[in-house]
């Protein structure tokens, strides 16, 4: 199993630091108990005006239909390696409110509804990676998802498998290092483009 630990500039939580989006998968399904737990974490992610604005799909691998219908909406190049998950996940926001209006945070709510599911699977020992890509529109017509719910990215979720089990291209994609900018690049101070502090260069770039 690979370990790609986060080369961190300061300490995090181990989850944090353990988490990585790995493409292999073993065979192994997940529990009912697993699942339950990972979208208990999405429960609890704050959203704007505790709005709630996300729903999700689940198909696992042990539902064939589903977990075939799921995999359809997947560009190929993600197929290849996401049909040995242990189950596939449709993320949904609601971009438009019951009363008909715009939901501005739509997007952003449901994202942080996946970064607490993601940590909580990776606490748990899971792994998945994310996808954005998919046919929304295919995803809308498979899964029935109505007009005002969008779907967002796809999730590949479950056991880490041996990367050599993965064709040739993707293994080597498998041990690439992780790199991130500088959060110096990012994160400023007072005004626009004035770094928050100074640190040596990472390897981000
Ligand atoms: C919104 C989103 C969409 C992504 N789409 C894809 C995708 O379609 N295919 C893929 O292989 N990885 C996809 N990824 C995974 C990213 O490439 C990965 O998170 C990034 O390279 C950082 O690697 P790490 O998660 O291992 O730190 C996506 C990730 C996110 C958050």
């Not at 986060?6 to 997940?30: E, G, M, N, Q, Y």
């Not at 699942?35 to 208990?40: H, T, Y």
């Not at 996808?131 to 967002?152: D, K, W």
Request: proline share 7%; net charge negative; charged share 25%.
């Amino acid at each position: 199993m690979l370990e790609k630990p986060a080369d961190t500039d300061r300490p995090l939580l181990p989850a944090l630091k353990a988490r990585w989006s790995s493409r292999a998968f073993s065979d192994t399904l997940l529990t009912d108990d697993e699942l339950r737990d990972c979208f208990e974490a999405a429960r609890w992610a704050p959203s704007a005006g505790n709005g709630q604005p996300w729903r999700f799909i689940v198909a696992p691998r042990d539902d064939a239909a589903a977990f075939a219908a799921a995999l359809q909406c997947l560009h190929e190049a993600n197929a290849l390696w996401a049909r040995h998950a242990a189950a596939l996940i449709v993320s949904v926001a609601q971009t438009v409110r019951d009363d008909g209006r715009p939901h501005r945070t739509a997007l952003y709510d449901l994202g942080q509804a996946v970064a607490h599911l993601t940590v909580q699977a990776t606490a748990l020992g899971l792994t998945l990676r994310q996808m954005a890509g998919f046919s929304a529109e295919l995803a809308r017509e498979t899964f029935a998802i109505p007009q005002g719910f969008e779907p967002v990215t796809m999730v590949a979720i479950g056991r880490r498998g041996d990367p050599a089990g993965l064709p040739e291209t993707l293994q080597a994609r498998e041990h690439e290092p992780r790199r991130r900018h500088p959060a110096a690049q990012w994160v400023f101070v007072g005004r626009w483009g004035q770094a928050a502090w100074h640190e040596p260069a990472g390897d981000g770039e």
